[in-house]
């Protein structure tokens, strides 16, 4: 600290060196000293500096026990306050910490605020929906399920990144967050309870209902919340909820993610996820060059686009198909075709092509949420994702959570945008028999290679036996995964589901 008083301006420490200091301090008055500067007015000036250095945040995210929870609370009070730059790189390393450290900001603590006698009201993937009273008003009290002790660690976790997450998104189109209940066995989110029910109860019940006005609320909301960084990963009709004012927002966060660029431990995706609304990559990242399905941008997009298909059509994604059918041929490359007559009434080539931009196979080839807005809006579909026009009206086209999906294959001459090498007969990564001329390089897994990996030309001669082969273990390991993550062990029963005497 004698630095600090240094006539030479030049020799005093900078304020990130004299915090690393205190905080580093085996001495316990320096960290409480820390502690009180934590609790003035001078707090939001501190966290920025904190996070205008790498080492500083670095330092931040390895505390643990009180000075952690000390930090949460600090840092989630004045988040609101800080540039957005400095937001977002706040509100990663939130979510980085209350996972790693399991805990939350004190000042979401609310006392249960519904009847564990009665039962729910709606079932997710993850979790059940009470009605309950706050404050007196009404909210819906979403309660993650637990199966089993050894789940009790993961489940914590888990639940804590979605809250801290969650509570710090603010837009009409979003569903806020007004509080939690967190104890040992029951992890409870409170919300606004929305009385219209979601996006498809609310049209078959009024019938008026302005169904373009309604997605393009949900496409704002999903515009706003890849503004911020996070990523949905559960984008279906069951989550989009109606408010009283006649508004839909965004809801079912149980599966949104902010790419960290880390390791973390996760839920994946395809446990999470529903599999009539999920893109490709994440049905078998493999096929994509990704190493683990993991939602992104762009995922988020191909499952905008399938709702928008859903409200418009009134029929839901590959409706007659069974989940392995429906596999199977999200993987070939097919996808909904257009309505016709009174079903495609709403479909004009605007919207129509704007689906297609949300749907192509490779992640990198769709078009972002602001684009789809604009379709929405009336305008053509002809914004290719990083196109002249597309920079022009201020679109992000791209972003580092997305670069591994993006740079993983390439359409080289397919008008029907099927993976490099595959037809509407024919699985993806499978080469026509006797097919002569230049062929897409694959590598030692008989994946398309991007063109740059690429010699010039590379021919694999497969069957389509094969190909059946890589997708049929596809579909039974996704099928493993979805049943282990949804459903509860043989004659266990949740402890929310079962009567109370």
Same mark, same amino acid.
């Given at each position: 600290?004698?630095? !600090? ?10 304020? =990130? ?7 580093? =301090? ?14 003035t007015?001078?707090?939001?000036? @501190? ?8 080492? *500083? ?39 980085w ?25 709606? #079932? ?16 819906? !009290?979403?309660v ?14 888990? /639940? ?9 998104l603010? #837009? ?7 509080? %939690? ?21 609310? %049209? ?10 309604? @997605?393009?609320?949900?496409? &704002? ?16 009709k069951a ?10 927002c965004?809801a ?7 790419p960290?660029?880390?390791?973390m ?33 762009? $995922?988020? !997009? ?12 009134? &029929?839901?994604? /590959? ?11 999200v993987?070939?490359?097919?996808r ?10 709403? /479909?004009?080539?605007v ?13 990198r080839?769709?078009?972002?949420? &602001?684009? %789809? @807005?604009? +379709? ?16 022009? %009206? ?5 972003? *580092?959570?997305?670069?591994?999906? $993006?740079?993983s +294959?390439?359409?080289i001459?397919? =008008? ?6 595959? =037809? ?6 499978v ?10 390089a #694959? ?11 690429s ?15 890589? @997708?049929?273990r ?28």
């Amino acid at each position: 600290m004698e630095r !600090c008083w240094n006539h030479d301006p030049r020799l005093r420490p900078e304020v =990130s060196e004299a915090l690393d200091a205190l905080l580093n =301090s085996e001495n316990p008055a320096w960290r409480r000293l820390i502690s009180t500067t934590l609790d003035t007015n001078g707090r939001t000036p @501190l966290i920025t500096t904190i996070f205008s250095d790498r080492d *500083q945040i670095e330092m931040v995210e390895h505390l643990s026990g009180d000075d952690a929870q000390r930090f949460i609370d600090v840092t989630h009070e004045v988040l609101d306050t800080l540039a957005p730059r400095i937001r977002r790189r706040c509100l990663r390393s939130l979510y980085w910490i209350c996972d790693r450290q399991a805990l939350l900001p004190k000042s979401l603590e609310t006392p249960l605020c519904y009847n564990i006698n009665e039962y729910p009201r709606y #079932h997710g993937g993850f979790a059940d929906v009470w009605k309950g009273q706050h404050n007196d008003r009404e909210v819906g !009290c979403k309660v993650l399920r637990v199966y089993s002790q050894s789940e009790l660690e993961l489940v914590r976790r888990r /639940f804590c990144r979605e809250v801290v997450t969650w509570k710090a998104l603010h #837009h009409p189109n979003v569903l806020p967050l007004l509080g %939690v209940t967190m104890s040992e066995i029951r992890f409870v989110m409170i919300s606004e309870w929305m009385e219209n029910g979601n996006i498809d109860m609310f %049209v078959k019940a009024h019938t008026g209902a302005n169904q373009l006005e309604l @997605l393009r609320d949900v496409t &704002k909301g999903l515009i706003y919340m890849h503004g911020q960084g996070i990523i949905h990963g559960n984008i279906e009709k069951a989550n989009i909820l109606i408010g009283n004012d006649g508004h839909a927002c965004l809801a079912g966060f149980s599966t949104f993610t902010i790419p960290l660029g880390r390791p973390m431990i996760t839920f994946p995706a395809i446990g999470g996820g529903t599999i009539r609304w999920m893109s490709p990559e994440l049905l078998n990242p493999g096929m994509f060059g990704l190493e683990e399905s993991q939602p992104t941008k762009k $995922s988020d !997009c191909y499952a905008l686009g399938m709702v928008i298909y859903e409200i418009l059509s009134g &029929k839901t994604p /590959f409706a007659p198909y069974t989940t392995p059918t429906i596999i199977w041929k999200v993987l070939k490359g097919e996808r909904p075709e257009r309505p016709q007559g009174e079903e495609g009434r709403l /479909f004009t080539d605007v919207i129509w092509g704007v689906l297609e931009l949300c749907w192509k196979p490779l992640p990198r080839d769709r078009i972002s949420a &602001k684009t %789809v @807005l604009l +379709g929405l809006e009336g305008n053509p579909p002809s914004l290719r994702p990083g196109s002249t026009v597309e920079r022009d %009206v201020g679109i992000d086209t791209d972003d *580092q959570s997305d670069a591994a999906a $993006s740079d993983s +294959g390439s359409l080289i001459g397919n =008008s029907n945008n099927y993976p490099p090498d595959s =037809s509407p007969g024919r699985p993806p990564g499978v080469s026509s028999p006797g097919t002569t001329g230049p062929q897409i390089a #694959h590598n030692d897994n008989g994946l398309p290679l991007h063109p740059r990996d690429s010699p010039p030309v590379v021919t694999r001669p497969t069957t389509s036996n094969e190909g059946r082969n890589i @997708l049929m273990r596809t579909i039974q390991k996704v099928l493993k995964a979805a049943t282990r993550k949804r459903r509860a062990p043989t004659g266990q029963v949740k402890p929310e589901d079962a009567p109370h005497n």
